[in-house]
C-alpha cells in the first residue's frame, strides 16, 4: 500500500528558533494535509494543500504541495513553547476508486520546545 | 463551532467482549471515517461511510463491524477483544464532493480503548 516517509522523526529545538519538516510518498497525492496531535487527542488540521506547488500559510506555519505531488514539507518559523506536540503528515487521493478519500499519514515528528 | 463528539472517551474492556463506539460528524457532514492509532504509531484507516454506505474498507478486522444511520452518526462495533485492540479510536467527518479541497477530515477527540 501506499506509504509516506516523514522526517525527522523527532527534533528538540529552543524557543524561537525555526522548524521544518517533509514528507515523501511513493506515490501520487492530490491532497496534503498537515495535523498536530497533543498526547491522547484528536489531530487538528493545520494547513490543507490541494494544488501542485501551491504554497500556503497559516500564521506562523507555511506548507507546500510539491510539484511531483509526491512531496511536502511544513515550516514554522519563531517556534514557542506551545508548539510542542506531534506533527503528521497525510495524503489524500481523491477520485474513486478504493482509496477513495481516505488519509494516508506519516510516521509523525515529535517537537519539543526548549524555553 | 461545532466539532466531531466521539463518546465514551475512555473505555476498559476485557478480552473477549465486545465494544461499542459512537462517532457524531460535525453538522451537514455526510461522511465519517475510522482510524485506529497505536501507541506510538500513526493513525491507520479502518473504514469509511458515504451517505451511510460503505465506501472504503483498509486494515480493519473481520471482528470489527461498522455503519452509518439516518442521522449520519456511526458506531464502530467491535467483538472477541484482544488485548492488541487497546488503542486510540478516532473518528473524522467530512463534506464529501468527490473533488480535492471538499474533503478536509476534522477528526474528533477519540476513544481511548484499554483491553486487559
Known amino acids: 500500500g501506499q506509504q509516506l516517509n516523514q522526517s525527522p522523526q523527532s527534533m528538540f529545538i529552543q524557543e524561537g528558533e525555526d522548524v521544518s519538516m517533509n514528507c515523501t510518498s511513493s506515490?501520487?497525492?492530490?491532497?496534503w494535509l498537515w495535523y498536530k496531535q497533543d498526547p491522547g487527542e484528536g489531530p487538528v488540521l493545520l494547513i490543507a494543500?490541494?494544488?501542485?506547488?501551491e504554497l500556503t500559510s497559516n500564521g506562523r506555519l507555511t506548507a507546500q504541495f510539491g510539484i511531483t505531488r509526491k512531496d511536502s514539507f511544513l515550516n514554522i518559523s519563531a517556534s514557542i513553547p506551545s508548539d510542542v506536540g506531534i506533527y503528521f503528515c497525510?495524503?489524500?487521493?481523491?477520485?474513486?476508486?478504493?482509496?477513495?478519500?481516505?488519509?494516508?499519514f506519516g510516521q509523525g515528528t515529535i517537537l519539543t520546545v526548549h524555553p | 463551532a461545532a466539532g466531531v463528539i466521539q463518546s465514551p472517551r475512555h473505555l476498559i474492556k476485557e478480552k473477549r467482549e465486545t465494544a461499542t463506539l459512537k462517532c457524531y460528524p460535525i453538522p451537514r457532514h455526510d461522511t465519517v471515517y475510522w482510524y485506529q492509532q497505536g501507541p506510538g504509531q500513526d493513525p491507520q484507516f479502518l473504514i469509511s461511510f458515504y451517505e451511510k454506505m460503505q465506501s472504503d474498507k483498509g486494515s480493519i478486522p473481520d471482528r470489527f463491524s461498522a455503519q452509518q444511520f439516518s442521522d449520519y452518526h456511526s458506531e464502530l462495533n467491535m467483538s472477541s477483544l484482544e488485548l492488541g485492540d487497546s488503542a486510540l479510536y478516532f473518528c473524522?467527518?467530512?463534506?464529501?464532493?468527490?473533488?480535492?479541497?471538499?474533503?478536509?477530515?476534522?477528526f474528533g477527540p477519540g476513544t481511548r480503548l484499554t483491553v486487559l
Open positions: 506515490s501520487i497525492f492530490n491532497t
Open positions: 494543500l490541494y494544488k501542485a506547488g
Open positions: 473524522a467527518s467530512s463534506s464529501n464532493q468527490g473533488a480535492p479541497g471538499t474533503d478536509t477530515q476534522y
Open positions: 497525510a495524503g489524500q487521493l481523491l477520485g474513486g476508486g478504493t482509496s477513495y478519500g481516505k488519509l494516508t
